[in-house]
């Protein structure tokens, strides 16, 4: 965390530290070069006003009285003829014999400034023309000392540096927050992702937030939560096959050593040797189905897909499971639209009709019902198998497509099935490029409802 949070730290540290170096000395320039300006037009200002007086009356008394204003003021005075002569000088300025020489005839009426140099020279001048009748008879030359200037330069550079200690202070107190902030998720999600690789994914990440950190929070907590998922469906798995294993090779190996050790009755063999065959056809069925689901898993399924008629191929399942539908007094019936046919495997889109049917005649009673209807929805083909049974229970519900999912949770074999069947159904449909919904209640029955598009 040091590590990253100090990186972040010198990042924005020196982006800010530079950005905040350009602003302080853009606006250190620009306020003193806007307060020299300011004194320079002020006394401009002042010079102006005096040449107004002048021009009303240049005589010895006006020129006196010009000079006892300025006298008392931080600004000094010098008043010349055209000619250069001095007249009149609250203060002696040896400068301005070298202001003189180089005078044009050319100032403007509202006059300019002769040294703006405050940095370097001891006075700034502005100089005024004195005219009469659009004729230039006389200047007046302002001085200012520049040592106020300085002071007050020195209070603002004062102030400045006051202020960048603060804000500097401000702004390393801001980013070592922000940097922290910033790189606690982070290291977070880094100690998260080195416990997902020992195989620890109990991980618990915030994922507050609408940002690109909770984003990425958001995404390490899901695949932490997947594989945490993952982790107790190959336990389930794995549990699952031992049990579906162990229980027909117990009942084989029990029968075989009676067998094999006792004098029984030829009715007694025939007895042992039926549940023997029982349980060795349970044993290769599960064993096929799980090859099933591997070669599914590897994308090396099969599938041969062909034109098919399904009001033909329905009559054949019907015909198929009518007797054991009426064995147990349950009504079935099959539904086509005339004319309907899909592109499918019908030997796989079999097993997926047979498979529902019989988990159907498994959960109905005598006096259900069960059906097959067929029929276009839009440019889709559904085939709709409802039955009138047990149902399932609604908290079951998105799990029974899980592969050893049982809603008996007790694992009982009275209704036989080793919680594979509806896992294959729907590897087989999405392989026949189709959708398998269900929708069920229970005690009023479940409905399955597979789309493929014609």
């Known amino acids: ?147 106020s200037i300085h002071a007050l330069m020195e209070r603002l550079n004062k102030h400045f540096l006051i202020v960048g200690i603060i804000s500097g202070l401000v702004t390393i107190a801001v980013i070592i927050v922000l940097s922290r902030k910033l790189a606690y998720p982070l290291v977070q999600m880094k100690e998260a992702t080195l416990k997902m690789s020992k195989g620890d994914f109990t991980v618990a990440l915030s994922t507050n937030g609408k940002d690109e950190l909770s984003d990425l929070s958001n995404a390490i907590q899901l695949l932490s939560d997947d594989l945490q998922h993952l982790r107790e469906e190959r336990k389930e798995f794995l549990s699952s096959i031992a049990h579906e294993l162990r229980t027909p090779l117990t009942f084989i190996k029990g029968y075989t050593d009676i067998l094999y050790k006792r004098d029984l009755t030829e009715q007694d063999r025939q007895k042992y040797l039926s549940i023997i065959i029982e349980e060795t056809n349970r044993l290769s069925r599960l064993i096929k189905d799980l090859f099933d689901l591997a070669k599914m898993d590897e994308n090396s399924f099969v599938i041969d897909k062909e034109y098919l008629h399904l009001d033909e191929f329905l009559v054949n399942i019907e015909a198929k499971l009518s007797p054991a539908f009426q064995e147990k007094q349950i009504d079935f019936f099959v539904q086509c639209e005339e004319g309907l046919t899909l592109m499918a495997d019908s030997a796989r889109l079999e097993q997926i009709i047979l498979n529902l049917l019989n988990n159907a005649l498994t959960y109905c009673s005598s006096g259900d019902s069960t059906s097959v209807i067929v029929k276009r929805h839009s440019n889709l083909l559904k085939i709709i198998i409802k039955d009138t049974g047990k149902g399932i229970p609604k908290k079951d519900l998105p799990y029974i497509f899980e592969r050893f999912y049982r809603v008996e949770k007790s694992r009982t074999r009275a209704h036989g099935g080793s919680g594979l069947g509806l896992a294959i159904v729907k590897e087989l449909v999405h392989a026949q490029g189709g959708e398998v919904t269900v929708f069920s209640e229970e005690n009023k029955g479940t409905t399955f409802e597979l789309l493929f598009k014609e």
């Open 1 to 147: 965390m040091k590590k990253l949070s100090l990186k972040l730290g010198i990042i924005f540290f020196s982006t800010l530290f530079c950005i905040e170096t350009f602003m302080m000395l853009f606006l250190h320039a620009s306020l003193t070069n806007s307060r020299v300006e300011e004194e320079l037009k002020s006394l401009q200002a002042r010079g102006n006003s005096h040449r107004t007086i002048l021009e009303q009356n240049f005589d010895k008394e006006t020129l006196a009285h010009v000079v006892l204003m300025e006298s008392k003021e931080n600004t000094d005075v010098v008043i010349s003829d055209k000619a250069g002569k001095l007249l009149a000088a609250s203060q002696p300025h040896p400068e301005i014999r070298a202001y003189i020489k180089k005078l044009e005839d050319n100032v403007p009426y509202n006059g300019k400034v002769l040294q703006d140099n405050w940095q370097e020279e001891k006075y700034i001048a502005t100089i005024s023309p004195i005219q009469k009748q659009q004729t230039t008879i006389g200047y007046v030359f302002m001085f200012q000392n520049t040592d």
